[in-house]
DNA sequence: TTGTAAATGCAAATAATTTGCAATTAGGAG
DNA sequence: CTCCTAATTGCAAATTATTTGCATTTACAA
Protein backbone atom coordinates (compact mmCIF):
# COMPACT_ATOMS: atom_id res chain seq x y z
CA UNK A 1 0.00 0.00 0.00
CA UNK A 2 1.27 3.48 -1.13
CA UNK A 3 1.89 5.91 1.72
CA UNK A 4 1.20 9.76 1.74
CA UNK A 5 5.06 9.86 3.32
CA UNK A 6 6.17 7.88 -0.02
CA UNK A 7 4.40 10.69 -2.01
CA UNK A 8 5.90 13.67 -0.52
CA UNK A 9 9.52 11.75 -0.49
CA UNK A 10 9.43 11.30 -4.20
CA UNK A 11 8.32 14.77 -4.81
CA UNK A 12 11.32 16.51 -2.81
CA UNK A 13 13.77 13.96 -4.37
CA UNK A 14 12.52 15.33 -7.74
CA UNK A 15 13.19 18.91 -6.55
CA UNK A 16 10.37 20.31 -5.85
CA UNK A 17 8.90 21.71 -2.55
CA UNK A 18 6.14 20.42 -0.29
CA UNK A 19 3.87 23.28 -0.25
CA UNK A 20 0.74 22.93 2.30
CA UNK A 21 -1.41 23.05 -1.52
CA UNK A 22 0.94 20.44 -3.02
CA UNK A 23 0.18 18.27 0.03
CA UNK A 24 -3.48 18.82 0.36
CA UNK A 25 -3.23 17.39 -3.91
CA UNK A 26 -1.59 14.24 -2.46
CA UNK A 27 -4.21 13.56 0.07
CA UNK A 28 -6.55 13.45 -2.04
CA UNK A 29 -5.21 11.40 -4.48
CA UNK A 30 -4.07 8.94 -2.13
CA UNK A 31 -7.23 9.21 -0.87
CA UNK A 32 -8.78 7.81 -4.34
CA UNK A 33 -6.10 5.26 -4.80
CA UNK A 34 -6.87 3.26 -7.68
CA UNK A 35 -9.40 5.75 -8.86
CA UNK A 36 -9.12 7.74 -11.90
CA UNK A 37 -10.46 11.42 -10.99
CA UNK A 38 -10.90 14.60 -12.87
CA UNK A 39 -9.35 17.60 -11.71
CA UNK A 40 -12.13 19.66 -11.02
CA UNK A 41 -13.10 16.60 -8.72
CA UNK A 42 -9.70 16.80 -6.91
CA UNK A 43 -10.32 20.44 -6.74
CA UNK A 44 -13.53 19.62 -4.64
CA UNK A 45 -11.60 17.54 -2.38
CA UNK A 46 -8.82 19.62 -1.79
CA UNK A 47 -10.53 22.68 -0.75
CA UNK A 48 -11.76 20.95 1.90
CA UNK A 49 -8.45 20.51 3.28
CA UNK A 50 -7.23 23.89 2.18
CA UNK A 51 -10.09 26.15 0.88
CA UNK A 52 -8.58 28.51 -0.97
CA UNK A 53 -6.49 25.97 -3.41
CA UNK A 54 -7.20 27.74 -7.10
CA UNK A 55 -7.87 24.78 -9.89
CA UNK A 56 -4.61 26.34 -11.77
CA UNK A 57 -2.28 24.53 -8.84
CA UNK A 58 -4.26 21.58 -9.48
CA UNK A 59 -3.30 21.63 -13.28
CA UNK A 60 -0.09 22.71 -12.41
CA UNK A 61 0.58 19.90 -10.08
CA UNK A 62 -0.95 17.35 -12.06
CA UNK A 63 1.44 18.24 -14.90
CA UNK A 64 4.45 17.87 -12.74
CA UNK A 65 3.46 14.55 -11.08
CA UNK A 66 2.82 13.06 -14.75
CA UNK A 67 6.03 14.29 -14.98
CA UNK A 68 8.05 12.66 -12.71
CA UNK A 69 6.00 9.25 -12.82
CA UNK A 70 3.78 9.68 -10.18
CA UNK A 71 0.42 10.00 -12.36
CA UNK A 72 -0.81 8.24 -14.84
CA UNK A 73 -3.12 10.65 -17.40
CA UNK A 74 -6.40 9.19 -19.77
CA UNK A 75 -8.92 11.13 -21.26
CA UNK A 76 -12.09 9.63 -21.74
CA UNK A 77 -14.48 12.09 -23.39
CA UNK A 78 -13.37 15.59 -23.16
CA UNK A 79 -11.98 15.63 -19.51
CA UNK A 80 -8.73 14.28 -18.43
CA UNK A 81 -8.56 11.67 -15.49
CA UNK A 82 -5.87 10.82 -13.82
CA UNK A 83 -4.67 8.23 -11.03
CA UNK A 84 -1.82 7.38 -8.39
CA UNK A 85 0.79 5.14 -9.86
CA UNK A 86 1.39 2.24 -7.71
CA UNK A 87 3.39 -0.10 -9.51
CA UNK A 88 6.79 0.18 -11.07
CA UNK A 89 6.23 -2.69 -14.15
CA UNK A 90 4.23 -2.02 -17.37
CA UNK A 91 0.61 -2.77 -17.10
CA UNK A 92 -2.78 -1.48 -18.54
CA UNK A 93 -5.99 -1.02 -16.59
CA UNK A 94 -9.41 -1.65 -16.12
CA UNK A 95 -11.47 1.34 -15.00
CA UNK A 96 -15.22 1.66 -14.32
CA UNK A 97 -17.33 3.58 -16.30
CA UNK A 98 -19.35 4.58 -13.30
CA UNK A 99 -17.04 4.96 -10.25
CA UNK A 100 -13.44 5.52 -11.55
CA UNK A 101 -12.58 2.60 -9.76
CA UNK A 102 -9.07 1.28 -11.76
CA UNK A 103 -7.36 -2.39 -11.29
CA UNK A 104 -4.21 -2.92 -12.57
CA UNK A 105 -4.12 -5.79 -15.40
CA UNK A 106 -1.04 -6.98 -15.69
CA UNK A 107 -0.24 -8.37 -18.55
CA UNK A 108 0.59 -6.55 -21.64
CA UNK A 109 -0.17 -8.48 -25.00
CA UNK A 110 1.95 -6.24 -27.13
CA UNK A 111 4.05 -8.68 -28.56
CA UNK A 112 1.35 -10.64 -30.11
CA UNK A 113 1.15 -7.74 -32.23
CA UNK A 114 5.10 -7.47 -33.17
CA UNK A 115 4.11 -9.31 -37.09
CA UNK A 116 1.63 -7.68 -37.98
CA UNK A 117 2.40 -4.60 -37.45
CA UNK A 118 5.91 -5.84 -39.54
CA UNK A 119 3.58 -6.87 -42.43
CA UNK A 120 2.78 -3.25 -42.43
CA UNK A 121 5.68 -2.07 -42.35
CA UNK A 122 5.36 0.29 -39.42
CA UNK A 123 7.24 1.16 -36.57
CA UNK A 124 5.97 0.24 -33.72
CA UNK A 125 6.96 3.21 -30.75
CA UNK A 126 3.63 3.56 -28.17
CA UNK A 127 0.09 1.59 -28.24
CA UNK A 128 -2.81 2.45 -26.20
CA UNK A 129 -4.57 -0.03 -23.72
CA UNK A 130 -7.71 0.57 -21.68
CA UNK A 131 -10.50 -1.77 -20.46
CA UNK A 132 -13.65 -0.37 -19.42
CA UNK A 133 -16.12 -1.77 -17.44
CA UNK A 134 -18.24 -1.77 -14.21
CA UNK A 135 -16.89 -2.59 -10.77
CA UNK A 136 -17.71 -4.94 -8.10
CA UNK A 137 -19.89 -2.25 -6.40
CA UNK A 138 -21.05 -0.80 -9.33
CA UNK A 139 -22.50 -3.38 -11.25
CA UNK A 140 -24.67 -4.39 -8.48
CA UNK A 141 -26.51 -1.10 -9.03
CA UNK A 142 -26.96 -1.21 -12.45
CA UNK A 143 -30.47 -1.79 -14.43
CA UNK A 144 -31.35 -4.58 -14.91
CA UNK B 1 -11.69 -0.50 -52.13
CA UNK B 2 -14.50 1.73 -50.67
CA UNK B 3 -15.91 4.30 -53.25
CA UNK B 4 -17.84 7.59 -53.08
CA UNK B 5 -20.81 6.36 -54.54
CA UNK B 6 -20.76 3.56 -51.55
CA UNK B 7 -20.76 6.01 -49.45
CA UNK B 8 -23.21 8.19 -50.48
CA UNK B 9 -26.02 5.63 -50.99
CA UNK B 10 -25.31 4.91 -47.18
CA UNK B 11 -25.81 8.47 -46.32
CA UNK B 12 -29.26 8.36 -47.97
CA UNK B 13 -29.93 5.16 -46.78
CA UNK B 14 -29.64 6.43 -43.34
CA UNK B 15 -32.20 9.05 -43.99
CA UNK B 16 -29.92 11.71 -44.51
CA UNK B 17 -29.87 14.57 -47.65
CA UNK B 18 -27.32 14.96 -50.16
CA UNK B 19 -25.80 18.56 -49.76
CA UNK B 20 -22.98 19.45 -51.67
CA UNK B 21 -21.16 20.52 -48.17
CA UNK B 22 -21.79 16.67 -47.21
CA UNK B 23 -20.74 15.35 -50.68
CA UNK B 24 -17.44 17.52 -50.25
CA UNK B 25 -16.35 16.08 -46.46
CA UNK B 26 -17.02 12.58 -48.08
CA UNK B 27 -14.76 12.92 -51.21
CA UNK B 28 -12.20 14.40 -48.69
CA UNK B 29 -12.78 11.43 -46.44
CA UNK B 30 -12.13 9.47 -49.21
CA UNK B 31 -8.55 10.62 -50.53
CA UNK B 32 -7.72 10.16 -46.87
CA UNK B 33 -8.45 6.85 -46.82
CA UNK B 34 -6.66 4.98 -44.22
CA UNK B 35 -5.58 8.28 -42.22
CA UNK B 36 -6.52 9.84 -39.29
CA UNK B 37 -7.54 13.54 -39.94
CA UNK B 38 -8.68 16.48 -37.92
CA UNK B 39 -12.06 18.43 -38.51
CA UNK B 40 -9.83 21.35 -39.05
CA UNK B 41 -7.94 19.51 -41.87
CA UNK B 42 -11.19 18.19 -43.49
CA UNK B 43 -12.74 21.82 -43.50
CA UNK B 44 -8.85 23.11 -45.00
CA UNK B 45 -9.78 20.42 -48.14
CA UNK B 46 -13.44 20.76 -48.03
CA UNK B 47 -12.90 24.91 -49.08
CA UNK B 48 -11.63 24.02 -52.42
CA UNK B 49 -14.42 22.20 -53.35
CA UNK B 50 -16.62 24.31 -51.78
CA UNK B 51 -15.29 27.43 -51.03
CA UNK B 52 -18.11 28.49 -47.91
CA UNK B 53 -18.12 25.75 -45.90
CA UNK B 54 -18.23 26.33 -42.25
CA UNK B 55 -16.38 24.71 -39.25
CA UNK B 56 -19.77 23.58 -37.49
CA UNK B 57 -21.33 21.88 -40.63
CA UNK B 58 -17.98 19.43 -40.64
CA UNK B 59 -18.56 18.79 -36.88
CA UNK B 60 -22.02 18.17 -37.56
CA UNK B 61 -21.24 15.80 -40.12
CA UNK B 62 -18.55 14.10 -39.02
CA UNK B 63 -21.50 13.20 -35.20
CA UNK B 64 -23.49 12.14 -38.25
CA UNK B 65 -21.18 9.41 -40.52
CA UNK B 66 -19.49 8.22 -36.61
CA UNK B 67 -23.91 8.01 -35.79
CA UNK B 68 -24.13 5.76 -38.73
CA UNK B 69 -20.97 3.92 -38.10
CA UNK B 70 -19.20 5.41 -41.43
CA UNK B 71 -16.02 6.56 -39.55
CA UNK B 72 -13.82 6.16 -36.46
CA UNK B 73 -13.47 8.75 -34.17
CA UNK B 74 -10.07 8.75 -32.16
CA UNK B 75 -8.32 11.73 -28.98
CA UNK B 76 -4.85 11.75 -29.24
CA UNK B 77 -3.76 14.64 -27.65
CA UNK B 78 -6.28 17.39 -27.40
CA UNK B 79 -7.94 17.16 -30.89
CA UNK B 80 -9.92 14.50 -32.16
CA UNK B 81 -9.07 12.58 -35.16
CA UNK B 82 -11.15 10.67 -37.98
CA UNK B 83 -11.09 7.99 -40.16
CA UNK B 84 -13.71 6.00 -43.40
CA UNK B 85 -14.36 2.93 -42.09
CA UNK B 86 -13.76 0.41 -44.51
CA UNK B 87 -13.95 -2.97 -42.84
CA UNK B 88 -16.88 -4.57 -41.35
CA UNK B 89 -15.14 -7.12 -38.76
CA UNK B 90 -13.80 -5.63 -35.30
CA UNK B 91 -10.24 -4.92 -35.42
CA UNK B 92 -7.79 -2.14 -34.03
CA UNK B 93 -5.32 0.19 -35.91
CA UNK B 94 -1.62 1.42 -35.86
CA UNK B 95 -1.31 4.97 -36.24
CA UNK B 96 1.52 7.13 -38.03
CA UNK B 97 1.90 9.63 -35.42
CA UNK B 98 3.68 12.37 -38.43
CA UNK B 99 1.20 11.75 -41.33
CA UNK B 100 -2.15 9.85 -39.65
CA UNK B 101 -1.85 7.28 -41.86
CA UNK B 102 -3.61 4.07 -39.88
CA UNK B 103 -3.23 0.36 -41.30
CA UNK B 104 -5.82 -1.77 -39.69
CA UNK B 105 -4.54 -4.47 -37.09
CA UNK B 106 -6.84 -7.67 -37.72
CA UNK B 107 -6.62 -9.22 -34.61
CA UNK B 108 -7.60 -8.56 -31.01
CA UNK B 109 -6.68 -9.49 -27.59
CA UNK B 110 -9.36 -9.50 -25.43
CA UNK B 111 -9.86 -13.00 -24.48
CA UNK B 112 -6.53 -12.87 -23.28
CA UNK B 113 -7.79 -10.10 -20.91
CA UNK B 114 -10.72 -12.16 -19.79
CA UNK B 115 -9.41 -14.31 -16.88
CA UNK B 116 -7.95 -11.28 -15.19
CA UNK B 117 -10.66 -9.16 -15.67
CA UNK B 118 -12.74 -11.79 -13.68
CA UNK B 119 -10.07 -12.08 -10.86
CA UNK B 120 -10.60 -8.49 -10.09
CA UNK B 121 -14.25 -8.87 -10.11
CA UNK B 122 -15.34 -6.53 -12.95
CA UNK B 123 -17.28 -6.48 -15.67
CA UNK B 124 -15.37 -5.89 -18.72
CA UNK B 125 -18.21 -3.72 -21.20
CA UNK B 126 -15.51 -2.01 -23.85
CA UNK B 127 -12.04 -1.67 -24.71
CA UNK B 128 -9.45 1.05 -26.24
CA UNK B 129 -6.28 -0.56 -28.06
CA UNK B 130 -4.42 1.16 -30.33
CA UNK B 131 -0.73 1.43 -31.37
CA UNK B 132 1.23 4.35 -32.36
CA UNK B 133 4.60 4.22 -34.58
CA UNK B 134 5.67 5.72 -38.00
CA UNK B 135 4.19 4.72 -41.34
CA UNK B 136 6.74 3.33 -44.07
CA UNK B 137 7.13 6.50 -45.67
CA UNK B 138 7.21 8.98 -42.22
CA UNK B 139 10.52 6.94 -40.92
CA UNK B 140 12.37 7.50 -43.71
CA UNK B 141 12.64 11.00 -42.77
CA UNK B 142 13.24 10.53 -38.83
CA UNK B 143 16.32 11.99 -37.34
CA UNK B 144 19.01 9.62 -37.05
C1' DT C 1 17.51 35.03 9.46
C1' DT C 2 17.79 35.94 4.83
C1' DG C 3 17.79 35.46 -0.25
C1' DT C 4 15.93 33.45 -4.10
C1' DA C 5 13.91 30.36 -7.13
C1' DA C 6 9.74 27.92 -7.03
C1' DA C 7 4.98 28.07 -6.35
C1' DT C 8 0.58 30.21 -6.06
C1' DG C 9 -3.80 32.99 -7.04
C1' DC C 10 -6.24 35.61 -9.98
C1' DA C 11 -7.75 37.18 -14.28
C1' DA C 12 -7.48 36.76 -18.94
C1' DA C 13 -6.33 33.95 -23.04
C1' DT C 14 -6.74 29.58 -25.77
C1' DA C 15 -8.66 26.31 -28.55
C1' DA C 16 -11.69 22.66 -29.75
C1' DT C 17 -16.25 21.85 -29.94
C1' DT C 18 -21.22 23.00 -29.36
C1' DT C 19 -25.45 25.61 -29.55
C1' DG C 20 -29.18 29.03 -30.93
C1' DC C 21 -31.30 30.89 -34.56
C1' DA C 22 -32.63 32.69 -38.87
C1' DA C 23 -32.04 31.66 -43.71
C1' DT C 24 -31.44 28.17 -47.25
C1' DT C 25 -32.16 23.86 -49.60
C1' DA C 26 -32.87 18.76 -50.85
C1' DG C 27 -35.93 15.90 -52.38
C1' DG C 28 -40.58 13.61 -51.78
C1' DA C 29 -45.69 14.48 -52.48
C1' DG C 30 -48.90 16.15 -55.36
C1' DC D 1 -42.57 20.58 -62.71
C1' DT D 2 -43.91 23.07 -58.49
C1' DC D 3 -44.61 23.32 -53.75
C1' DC D 4 -43.84 22.21 -49.04
C1' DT D 5 -41.40 21.01 -45.14
C1' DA D 6 -38.09 18.99 -42.40
C1' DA D 7 -33.28 18.79 -42.71
C1' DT D 8 -29.26 21.38 -43.25
C1' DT D 9 -26.35 25.21 -43.20
C1' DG D 10 -23.73 29.62 -41.87
C1' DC D 11 -22.77 32.77 -38.64
C1' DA D 12 -22.07 34.48 -34.18
C1' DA D 13 -21.97 33.56 -29.59
C1' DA D 14 -21.54 30.17 -25.79
C1' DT D 15 -19.18 26.43 -23.55
C1' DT D 16 -15.63 24.08 -21.29
C1' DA D 17 -11.29 22.18 -20.15
C1' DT D 18 -6.92 23.74 -19.91
C1' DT D 19 -3.10 27.20 -20.18
C1' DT D 20 -0.63 31.51 -19.62
C1' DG D 21 1.02 36.14 -17.79
C1' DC D 22 2.10 38.44 -13.97
C1' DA D 23 2.41 40.22 -9.45
C1' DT D 24 2.72 38.29 -4.87
C1' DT D 25 3.84 34.85 -1.60
C1' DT D 26 6.45 31.08 0.30
C1' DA D 27 9.55 26.93 1.11
C1' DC D 28 13.76 25.88 2.39
C1' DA D 29 18.89 25.85 1.74
C1' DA D 30 22.64 28.43 3.12
MN1 LIG E 1 -1.21 1.82 -13.05
MN1 LIG F 1 -10.88 0.57 -39.04
ZN1 LIG G 1 -17.28 1.38 -10.08
ZN1 LIG H 1 3.29 8.38 -41.70
Request: hydrophobic fraction near 40%; proline fraction near 25%; glycine fraction near 0%.
Given at each position: MISLKDLKKKVKENGYKLTPQRKAILKVLIGHNKHFISAEDILKETIKIY???NITTIYRNLEILEDINMLHKTKDNNTALYCLICEESHHHHIICKICGKTEII?????KKFSDLVKEKNFILTDHKIELYGYCEDCKKDLNP
Open positions: PNLDFCPL
